[in-house]
């Protein structure tokens, strides 16, 4: 028995997996930002900024005009914000198994969502 079945993808079915499409862009970009932001890469690139900002602003005017204490200030609160993500634990490795595994997920549900479009354009919707 031959039977050839007619698979009808409705709009709202595409729109849900669009979606779902566009909510774990937004978690990969995310995972990324996190991966990307190492605590003890962040610490250590703070360090050497400021050594270079001291070897290029030396004497007393040079270090207390207003770009240079704007710049001090701001490497002070990026150090910050590295220690205290690198006391709580944050690392490149456990950043780097969430954003592969969000990766792995995002992959997944694009296929689903080119399948649908496939057998929509398919069957002439």
Same mark, same amino acid.
């Given at each position: 028995? !031959?039977? *050839? ?7 709202? %079915? ?5 979606? #779902? =499409?566009? /909510?774990? &862009? ?29 070897? !290029?602003? *030396? ?7 207003? %770009? ?5 200030? #701001? =490497?002070? /609160?990026? &150090? ?31 296929? *689903? ?13």
């Amino acid at each position: 028995m !031959n039977v *050839k079945k007619d698979f009808r993808i409705e709009d709202y %079915e595409v729109e849900v997996w669009k979606k #779902e =499409l566009r /909510k774990i &862009e937004k978690e990969l970009a995310a995972a990324k930002r996190e991966y990307d932001d190492d605590p003890l890469t962040a610490l250590l690139n703070c360090q050497m900024e400021f050594k270079e900002l001291l070897d !290029n602003n *030396k004497g007393v005017q040079a270090r207390t005009s207003p %770009e240079f204490i704007a710049k001090v200030n #701001e =490497l002070a /609160k990026r &150090e910050k914000r590295a220690k205290k993500r690198h006391e709580a634990g944050i690392s490149i490795i456990t950043a780097g198994d969430d954003y592969y595994e969000v990766l792995w997920k995002r992959d997944a549900i694009a296929q *689903k969502y080119a399948n649908i479009e496939y057998m929509r354009n398919r069957n002439g919707k």
